[in-house]
């Protein structure tokens, strides 16, 4: 493979869990993963979802970097929308301070929840229209160069934490091209206008002091595995937890014969298709994926979200990946 390889770690908290196996669970990955070779390992800011433990993202990064020592940690990302930009110019730039050399900051400007849980973060509906110039906003204070006078993020100041903009659209496309910024692309769950998105990035990119030229990562899932049964058998136990985590309510579950079930119809068929990009297999198999998707959205780097749900064959997935990348440390 001809692309560095990172990790987004969704933070599950799997079924038996608790937030603090959760926890500890991505301490184990993330101490794995750096020996493996991996670039980065972002975390998610998403918020009333029991199966998801990374709502208070910094918190949880500032923990994995205390048990760490040299591998790139960041969130991919924090909804801007949700927060004033001076606090989180704030937290990114303790954690940068702390961890120099270390810390990325991906920006997204969806919700990261539902319309109740937006009310209880007392998030406006209009927030989002100010996206570009929060993030503006956000980038001054970094670099030391505020644009509220008098008002400056200690620490934060003069860290220039890079900034990445995420997103699933045209719109954060053409925000990143014309910030100069890398662009995230979250295909791995929204792959509707991933090509459209990278290539509209590269044609309107304008070079910015943080970046000269265009970057793109582009998310993928993956489950490898010694053999292709024990993949795909990983891969139908993944398809079930999907349905259960988008289509339950209120707490409700499926068991697998409801799960497949709900899978032959039109809103299982929706769930399935969030799946798109996800590279299932043996070694050689999900290698030969991966380099065909790096080459479909003109990605410079890849974002690996390892599909599994039980924990062995989730270390395994990305152990495997490490050692058929050829970038896994020697």
């Keep these: 493979m001809t692309v560095p390889l990172s990790i987004l770690d969704l933070a599950q908290i799997g079924e038996g869990e608790t937030a603090a196996d959760s926890f500890q669970a991505s301490v184990t990955m993330a101490q794995h993963a750096e020996e493996w070779g991996y670039r980065r390992i972002w975390y998610a800011e ?11 993202t910094s918190v949880l990064i500032a ?24 606090p989180i110019a704030e937290q990114f730039g303790t954690l940068a301070t702390l961890h120099p050399g270390r810390i990325d900051l991906g920006l997204g400007r969806a919700p990261g929840s539902d319309q109740q849980t937006m009310r209880a973060l007392r998030r406006d509906p209009r927030s989002a229209d100010t996206f570009p110039q929060d993030v503006l906003e956000l980038q001054g204070y970094l670099a030391g160069e505020s644009r509220i006078p008098g008002v400056d993020a200690i620490p934060g100041k003069g860290t220039d934490v890079p900034l990445y903009i995420l997103g699933s659209s045209l719109f954060g496309a053409k925000l990143a091209a014309a910030l100069g910024l890398p662009y995230s692309f979250a295909s791995h769950f929204a792959p509707n206008a991933l090509r459209d998105a990278v290539a509209l990035y590269r044609r309107e990119f304008q070079p910015s002091a943080q970046l000269d030229k265009p970057y793109v990562i582009a998310g ?4 490898a595995a010694d053999t292709t049964e024990d993949a795909q058998e990983h891969f139908h136990a993944t398809k079930r937890h999907r349905v259960t985590q988008m289509l339950g309510r209120g707490g409700r579950t499926f068991t697998p014969e409801e799960a497949d079930m709900i899978l032959e119809t039109p809103a299982g068929q929706q769930v399935l298709q969030m799946l798109q990009y996800t590279a299932v297999g043996n070694p050689a198999e999900v290698k030969g994926y991966l380099d065909h998707f790096t080459e479909l959205a003109q990605a410079d780097e890849l974002i690996i979200v390892s599909s599994a749900i039980d924990r062995k064959a989730w270390l395994r997935s990305l152990e495997l990946l490490a050692e058929i990348s050829g970038q896994a440390s020697a």
């Design 46 to 56: 998403h918020h009333n979802m029991p199966t998801i433990a990374s709502s208070a």
């Design 220 to 223: 993928v899932n993956v489950i």
């Design 63 to 86: 923990h994995i970097a205390a048990h760490t020592r040299t591998i790139r940690l960041g969130a991919g990302g924090i909804m801007l929308p949700n927060h004033a930009p001076l």
